[in-house]
């Protein structure tokens, strides 16, 4: 893959990442919720299901499912009620947080779990990946050629919420946060509801 070419992927991985949503919601809550850890054991559980979406794409079964409606009906059918699972679950939570700032509200294996899921719930994914990162994609590029663009958009996604997490959870951001997981819980929950509306009304 030419140079030039691998930076525009990087550049479009980037912004795909970077652009505000439950991933990032995601990582907030879990680096909240445990600290530093269960934040970046999100945010890397992300990753991976990024990578799957990456990799089927690279294999050409990412348009497949874009073109089933039933099957791309239910992903996204799925994946906007577990968005809305996770938000009444941060909204409830709210007042728990608030009353113990220092709880340790979830774990590595939640965080590993929930990370995973709300990349494979996101039908944005799928369209992201069959409209932008097809268009790197051709028949006779070799298995390197397509594994770089799987590591690539793994890479990223991983690189940019580790640091998310590890910043939110510095010794003068998280005690702050924590003061007011509160309000960082209702805003979370109201953020993921809304998403998960959005997918369903869109």
Known sequence: MPLSLWLSLVAICAVGAMSPGPSLALVLRHTLGGGRLPGVVAALSHALGV????????????????????????ITWAG?????????????????AALEPNAVLTTGPQAAR?????????PKLILF???????FVSPEMSVAAK??????????????????AVALSHSRVLPWLQARAHWVNRITGVLLIAIALRVVVG
């Open 51 to 74: 990578g799957l979406y990456a990799l089927l794409t690279v294999w050409g079964l990412g348009a497949l499912i874009a073109r089933q409606p039933l099957l791309f009906q239910f």
């Open 80 to 96: 906007a009620a577990y968005l809305a699972w996770l938000g009444i679950k941060a909204l409830r939570a709210g007042r728990a």
């Open 114 to 122: 929930e990370g995973m899921l709300v990349a494979l719930g996101n």
């Open 129 to 135: 990946f069959v409209a932008l990162l097809s268009q």
């Open 147 to 164: 594994a770089l663009i799987v590591l690539t958009a793994m890479i990223i996604d991983g690189g940019w919420y580790v640091i998310v």
